[in-house]
C-alpha cells in the first residue's frame, strides 16, 4: 500500500511541476516580440552613440502584454504578478524601446539567468568593445537558448 501511495504522490509531482513549467513563456514569442531599438533618443551612450530610452512602459501597457501571451496558452495572469517583470527583449542598456513589440512577460526564473549577462553586455558596450548590432544579437541569442547564457558569457567576458 505505502509504494502505490509514494507512486502516485511522485507521478502527482511530476505532472505538476511539468504543467507549471508551461503557465508561462520561457523566452519571447516571436511574433509578438520581436524586438525593437529606441527610435525617439532621450540621450545617446557608449562610443558608439547609440540611441538611449529612458524606461516608460504604463501600468495599463504591462497588463495587456500579460494578455496577449495568455491568449497564446500562457497562464501568467494567473500567476503571483511579483514572480514576473516586464522585460526588455533588447534591453535599454544596449539600446531597446519601449515599444510593445519589445516588451514580454519574463519570469523570475529567467531574468535569474539572463540580467547577469545583459549587464555585462552593457558593460562591455561602454567600454567601447562590443558594438551594439553584436550585442543585440548575444542577447536574442542568449534570450532564446536559455542553455547557451552560460558560453555566452564567457566569449563576452573575454572581449
Known amino acids: 500500500m505505502f509504494k502505490g501511495a509514494a507512486l502516485f504522490v511522485t507521478v502527482l509531482l511530476c505532472s505538476t511541476l511539468s504543467h507549471a513549467g508551461g503557465n508561462f513563456p520561457k523566452g519571447p ?3 509578438l516580440t520581436p524586438g ?3 527610435n525617439h ?3 545617446y551612450r557608449y562610443p558608439e552613440k547609440i540611441k ?3 524606461r516608460d512602459v504604463s501600468s495599463s501597457t504591462k497588463a495587456g502584454i500579460f494578455q496577449k501571451y495568455d491568449q497564446l496558452g500562457y497562464r501568467t495572469r494567473s500567476m503571483k504578478r511579483q514572480a514576473f517583470k516586464i ?3 533588447i534591453p535599454l542598456c544596449a539600446g531597446g524601446s519601449n515599444e510593445i513589440k519589445n516588451l514580454w512577460p519574463q519570469h523570475e526564473s529567467v531574468y535569474q539567468i539572463t540580467d547577469q549577462l545583459e549587464a555585462l553586455i552593457c558593460e562591455k ?3 567601447g568593445r562590443l558594438k551594439q548590432k553584436d550585442a543585440v ?3 536574442m541569442e542568449a534570450k532564446n537558448n536559455l542553455d547557451q547564457v552560460p558560453v555566452i558569457e564567457a566569449q563576452v567576458r573575454d572581449l
Do not use: K, R, T, V
Open 29 to 31: 514569442d516571436a511574433a
Open 36 to 38: 525593437a531599438l529606441c
Open 41 to 43: 533618443a532621450d540621450s
Open 52 to 54: 538611449y530610452c529612458e
Open 87 to 89: 522585460d526588455h527583449y
Open 125 to 127: 558596450m561602454a567600454a
Open 137 to 139: 544579437e548575444l542577447i
